[in-house]
């Protein structure tokens, strides 16, 4: 009896199929899919958490410091007026030079507060592709050796991101100053036939839109150069151009991964956040206020309200700023792969896996 012949083998007729590409560590030596960047992203957050929440505690606990310095500092400096304030007479309008260095205030401590926070995400952008190096290869990363390597690689990481950043800050900025102008001048328009700030804010909004595909190009298309600044040891300019060749003919897919880890990692913190701060300012908001609470009373709550959220959004960021540089990092590695056949150089460098 003889039978009809089956269907073809999907590999042919005596061919097993190829293996598995090998896997050392987070990651297979192979390109990649979304799977697999995300997977390896959380992969090597759970085992590598130690150097890279140790980092990233010390970094945004440097700038938590930072700015709770320059928020007592500035509290000092304003309490006699908050004093003053107090003592106004029931129902009186205070002057508005009384108000003005109290928003100097604001405005000093928000810089400080940005300042600290760029500083901080560049060391833990430093960090990370110093740990994904290793755990690609499934090989520990100590603390220690993590943290020199990305001291040492700090500056180019600096130099890059910020030429990265103010492609997409500056749509920002004028989108806000456009709106602030256009909102000034309308109001103005009551009293004054003079349109030229409604004018600038327009001109303001129209430029920002019109930046705001540029900037959010040239974001995508320098993701990969903290990357390039750490591993291949490039200088700001040249990891720009380093991102740049490997992110060229893949823009779209590199974007759509890191704004699928960012929407994953926003939403997640926007949720801790929304809860833990309701729970720290739910107290405060149980003391009783009466018409007799002055103006620097109420500016001191809201100081003391500020301290407890922005504490809260710190330790959430601390938690999840190392996911995003993680995928960033894992793309740099998975480009390298598709477009220079890193792999099999990755496999011969390959050690035991970390415990």
Known sequence: MTYPPGPPHPYGYGYPPPPPPPKPGVIPLAPLRVGDLLGGAFSAYGRYWKPLLGIAAIAYGGAGILVGGTLLAAYGTITERLRRLDSLPEHADPPFDE??????????????????????????????????????????????????????????????????????????LLFGAGGILLVVGVLSLEGDTDTSTAIAGAVCLLLAMAALPVGVWLWGKFLLAP?????????????????????????????????????????????????????????????????????????????????????????????????????????????????????????????????
């Open 99 to 172: 108000f003005q260095p109290l928003f100097v205030c604001f405005g000093a401590i928000w810089l400080v507060a940005i300042l600290g926070l760029f500083l901080a995400t560049a060391l833990v952008n430093a960090a990370v592709p110093a740990v994904v190096q290793e755990a690609v290869l499934g090989r520990p990363a100590p603390f220690g050796a993590v943290w020199r390597r990305a001291w040492s690689r700090i500056g180019p990481v600096i130099g890059s991101t910020l030429v990265s950043g103010l492609a997409t800050v500056l749509p920002a």
């Open 227 to 355: 990357a390039a600044a750490v591993i291949e040891e490039q200088g700001p300019v040249a990891a720009l151009r380093r991102s740049a060749a490997l992110v060229r003919g893949s823009w779209w897919r590199i974007f759509g991964c890191t704004l699928l880890m960012i929407l994953i990692v926003g939403t997640v913190a926007g949720m801790v956040q929304q809860v833990v701060s309701i729970v720290a300012v739910l107290p405060m908001s149980l003391v009783p206020v009466d018409d007799r609470t002055g103006p620097g009373a109420a500016f001191s709550a809201m100081m003391g309200v500020m301290g407890v959220v922005g504490l809260v959004q710190l330790l959430v960021q601390a938690a999840m700023a190392p996911f995003q540089p993680l995928v960033t990092s894992l793309l740099y590695v998975d480009q390298r792969i598709r477009k220079e056949n890193l792999a099999p150089t990755l496999a011969e460098s390959a050690g035991p896996s970390p415990v």
